[in-house]
Every structure is written in C-alpha cells, then in structure tokens.
C-alpha cells in the first residue's frame, strides 16, 4: 500500500527537496502528489514483474539444493515446527530492479552513465525511499535488534526485492514466508556514495557506506524454525584489519541476535600479528581463525575458502560468505564453483561481494582494468545468482 500523507505536512520522502533554500510548500505538495503517483505505478509494476517472473522461472535443475536441517536440542513442540526441507522457491526483482535491469544494457558508457540515469527524479524518489526505510527499522525500538524483523519484512516490494521460500516442518507442516532484499540498481551499492551521481541537496556518504545492504535479521528462534538451527559461520575472504568490514559484518549479525561460532579470515597481504590482534574484541578473538595467506582458486585447494565451507559445513548451519579480494579472476574462479554446484551454493546461506566492472564514474574507485566486466554483465550476474537462489549483496 502507498504511503498516506497529511495535506498539512509534506511526505518524509520530500525531505530532500523541502525546507530553507529548497522548494516551497506548495511545490512540495504537488511533489508529494507525484510522489504518490509514482509509488501507484511502481505497485503497478511490481505485480506485473511478479507474474513475468513467475511464468519464466529458473529451471529447477539450476536451483540451489533444497537445504536440510537437524534438530538439536529443542523442546518436542519447537522441533514438530522446525523446517526439517528448505528450499527457495523463487526470486522476484522489485518492479524498479526489474526496469535498471532491463536498461543496464545501454548504461556505463562515458555517453550514458549509471549517475545520469540515477538522477532521474523517480530514482531519486526510490533511493530516498530505500535509505528511509532501512533508516527507520534500525531505529525502530532504540537498538535495531527485535522490532527490525517485522519492519524488514515489510518493505515495499516496488523497491525492494525478494526471496520466496517455503518448507516441510517435523509436524508435516508447509511454511511459506518472503524475505527481501536490497535491490540491484545504480552501482549497486550505497545510492549516495558517488559524488557524481548525487542530486541536489543529497547529502553523500562514504563510498563504502554500508547502511544499503539488508542482511538476514531473522531473530535467533526465526532462524532456527526456518532450518537454521545448527551453528553459525563467517568465511571472510579479503578481510584486511578486524576493523574494515569484518567488523561490520559481526556487528551487523550481532544487532539481530546472530553470534559466530567461528569466523574463518583470510588476507593475503602481510600483516603485523601483533597490530591485528591487537584490533580485535576479545569476544571476536576467541571465534577468528586468522589466515594471512594468499587465497587459492582451485577447487579443492586447501586455502580455497569454499573447500573449508564445504568441510565445515553440516544440515542446518548457517553460513555467510564475503568475497573481496581485489583479484578478478580469482573472485570469478570461485563465483564459477559456486554458480556450477547448486549442493555448495546451498551451504552459503549469505553471499557479499564486490564484482569490479567498467563503467566511468566508478573507474576512481575500481580501478582501470580493461579485463573488468562491463558494467551490464555484473548486473546481470548478479542478479542471475540471485534467481537461482543464492542470497547475494553487492559488497562496497
């Protein structure tokens, strides 16, 4: 349902445009009426991509495995509504991801760039939206950890996208449920870390901003009646000090209930021990298996980190994986093992990663590699490994 709004004061989505130096109240009025017709057509859209999705499904035999579950310690009743087979159903991009998708094609180029295209006044509108709501659910009761579920879950699907999911409990139940997920538009990550892709009086953020991403927040008795009853792991593969992103990944875990039972690091370049460690809260040491070695990319390898997800991993465990290590071929040698195996793609139950890809405004950032993707190709890719069913962000 389209947001309601009082004709004494202007939607918070006209925050940007409204107030001292900014457009009048009339203006912002007439703004809020568009902004309601602008959320109409994207509802509209949205169960148009629905259906399209629905009826051109990823084939089955492509899908992610279903994923199984053990029981644990649990009461009799908790165990008969546990989901003992999970699988993910579908995958539906908001109608807004669906459109970038379909328009990525001719973005990236010097001519016709992807903050051009995100300047537009209905992205602008979205990508206030999107901020906005995730803004609002991490406030909601002071710490973001338990009424954030429930605000998640009730994200416009218009903007943001999601995962349909259902499973066979112990009592021979069918549970449906629906998480979403962050769209896949602009570079996919922060929409205000560019300066050039900024509109006027946006204020901008750090480049590797991370208040876009919408991580699993199930909370703990969530996670385990949806088939996650087992333990909990982080592969961290290019993780550099504790306090970059591995900091943000525990923490983020954390606010929604999710302890590691261990935490598996890898950086290939050299570290003081004494520095690192030094980094690290001791609630954190005592999980981290630090690896300050080179990532290797044959399958099976023993520093291939999927090798060890593979090892670690048993029915019901919980696994998250980050991938960042600024080697292309090597992050897609190690993209291809998960895209080829749907059993090792449905061990990871969360994916981050940074695709580097060419495209102008990002070149400052990513780098100048002619061998890079073009930026069309990461969308897709992306967004093709979501359809199949892997939880995957685009990581900052």
Not at 371 to 391: F, I, K, N
Request: charged residues 20%; proline residues 6%; aromatic residues 10%.
């Amino acid at each position: 349902m389209g947001a309601m709004y009082s004709k004494n004061k202007p939607p918070a989505h006209c925050a940007s445009f409204c107030g001292p130096a900014r457009l009048p109240k009339a203006a912002c009025l007439i703004l809020a009426a568009c902004l309601m017709a602008v959320r109409h057509l994207n509802q509209l859209l949205a169960e148009q991509v629905e259906n399209e999705y629905t009826n051109n499904a990823v084939p089955e035999s492509r899908r992610l495995a279903p994923r199984r579950s053990r029981v644990g310690a649990h009461s009799a009743k908790q165990v008969a509504d546990f989901c003992v087979v999970t699988k993910v159903d579908s995958y539906t991009p908001s109608s807004w991801e669906a459109a970038w998708r379909r328009a990525a094609g001719h973005l990236g180029t010097s001519d016709n760039t992807v903050c051009a295209a995100m300047q537009k006044p209905t992205n602008v509108i979205n990508a206030e939206a999107w901020i906005a709501h995730l803004a609002f659910c991490r406030q909601a009761d002071g710490n973001g950890t338990r009424r954030s579920v429930d605000c998640l879950s009730q994200a416009d699907p218009a903007i943001f996208s999601r995962f349909h999911k259902s499973c066979a409990t112990a009592g021979g139940r069918r549970v449906e449920w629906t998480e979403p997920i962050e769209p896949l538009v602009g570079h996919m990550r922060h929409p205000y870390a560019n300066p050039q892709c900024l509109s006027e009086g946006v204020v901008g953020v750090r480049i590797e901003d991370r208040a876009y991403l919408m991580p699993l927040s199930d909370s703990p008795e969530r996670m385990a009646a949806h088939g996650y009853n087992g333990r909990k792991y982080l592969i961290d593969a290019g993780t550099n000090m504790h306090g970059t992103g591995l900091a943000w990944l525990v923490g983020a875990y954390e606010r929604a209930g999710i302890t590691f039972d261990e935490i598996f690091a890898w950086e290939a370049s050299p570290v003081n021990a004494t520095a690192y460690w030094a980094d690290v809260p001791p609630g954190v040491a005592h999980a981290l298996h630090f690896m300050n070695v080179p990532i290797q990319a044959e399958a099976g390898a023993p520093m291939n980190p999927l090798t060890w997800v593979r090892s670690i991993y048993k029915p019901g465990d919980f696994v998250v994986f980050k991938l960042d290590i600024d080697n292309d071929a090597l992050e897609s040698a190690l993209i291809a093992q998960i895209a080829d195996s749907v059993d090792l793609a449905g061990m990871i139950a969360e994916m981050f990663y940074e695709k580097h890809y060419r495209e102008p405004a990002m070149q400052g950032y990513l780098g100048f590699d002619d061998q890079a993707a073009p930026y069309a190709e990461a969308v897709t890719m992306l967004g093709d490994l979501r359809a199949r069913g892997l939880r995957i962000h685009y990581w900052p």
